[in-house]
């Protein structure tokens, strides 16, 4: 029953991020042309990714999930480490922050302040100054 439920409260998120696309778009449509209107143009199309990849790598799982519980088939594996559907998964957790992490300068550059920072500040501030970001 929990992973029903689970499933039911990932597709509610995804029609949410559908909507606030819709939102968004319709908003930044409105706007006239600007450099910041291609900003946010270009973070919509980051979060649309994510929540593309996000469905490719879990949607196996969850079809797998739905066929077990609904005919009592599917796919079983010895393990998790055997299992391909998990490990798309974990795939996942990976992959969402890097791509956050490659569409938006600024987050990238305020990881660069504060992680690297704190283990290598000579390399901040170099890194920093390469970015064009004041500390």
């Given at each position: 029953?929990?992973?029903?439920?689970?499933?039911?409260?990932?597709?509610?998120?995804?029609?949410?991020?559908?909507?606030?696309?819709?939102?968004?778009?319709?908003?930044?449509?409105?706007?006239?042309?600007?450099?910041?209107?291609?900003?946010?143009?270009?973070?919509?199309?980051?979060?649309?990714?994510?929540?593309?990849?996000?469905?490719?790598?879990?949607?196996?799982?969850?079809?797998n999930i739905i066929i077990k519980y609904v005919t009592g088939g599917g796919?079983?594996?010895?393990?998790?480490?055997?299992?391909?559907?998990?490990?798309?998964?974990?795939?996942?957790?990976?992959?969402?922050?890097?791509?956050?992490?490659?569409?938006?300068?600024?987050?990238?550059?305020?990881?660069?302040?504060?992680?690297?920072?704190?283990?290598?500040?000579?390399?901040?501030?170099?890194?920093?100054?390469?970015?064009?970001?004041?500390?």
């Open positions: 029953m929990g992973i029903i439920l689970f499933q039911l409260v990932v597709l509610t998120k995804v029609i949410m991020t559908i909507k606030l696309y819709v939102v968004a778009r319709y908003q930044l449509e409105r706007e006239p042309p600007s450099a910041e209107r291609e900003s946010k143009l270009e973070s919509l199309r980051v979060i649309i990714f994510v929540v593309i990849s996000f469905l490719t790598l879990w949607c196996p799982s969850f079809v796919l079983v594996f010895r393990n998790e480490a055997t299992n391909p559907f998990a490990i798309l998964a974990r795939f996942s957790a990976v992959c969402t922050p890097s791509v956050y992490l490659w569409g938006s300068p600024v987050l990238r550059s305020a990881t660069v302040r504060t992680v690297w920072g704190r283990v290598c500040p000579k390399c901040s501030r170099r890194r920093s100054e390469d970015l064009g970001v004041e500390s």
